[in-house]
Nanobody, 123 residues
Framework: QVQLVESGGDSVQSGGSLRPSCATP????????MGWFRQAPGKGREGVAS???????KYADSVKGRFTVSQDRAKNLVYLQMNSLKPEDTAMYYC?????????????????WGQGTQVTVSS
């Protein structure tokens, strides 16, 4: 089973910024779309953002205007730029991949997953 690798999570104060990244196997592992998800203790996994191979994006209402998903194809990396962070953004953040290019935020639609990176936002 192929897994992705997230990094860049940290502890930050309210209003701060973070930019976690997701590393893929590279040219030997091609996908049609990527997604970012988060899960807080005792809660279900929530879709945050998605990006397909054509550069189209979709965001959850809770992060619109604050988060931006992007990719560096040369480095085989996908980023999640997070600005104006709030305590309610605190969660384990996961990246995922699927074979179709449709922009969805349903975790059940994704086939390959990373192990997560922790983001903690304090008041």
């Amino acid at each position: 089973q192929v897994q992705l690798v997230e990094s860049g999570g940290d502890s930050v104060q309210s209003g701060g910024s973070l930019r976690p990244s997701c590393a893929t196997p590279g040219s030997t592992f091609s996908t049609s779309s990527m997604g970012w998800f988060r899960q807080a203790p005792g809660k279900g996994r929530e879709g945050v953002a998605s990006l397909n191979r054509y550069g189209d994006t979709k965001y959850a209402d809770s992060v619109k205007g604050r988060f931006t998903v992007s990719q560096d194809r040369a480095k085989n990396l996908v980023y999640l730029q997070m600005n104006s962070l709030k305590p309610e953004d605190t969660a384990m953040y996961y990246c995922a991949a699927k074979a179709t290019s449709s922009l969805v935020l349903d975790p059940a639609a994704f086939n390959y997953w990373g192990q997560g990176t922790q983001v903690t936002v304090s008041s």
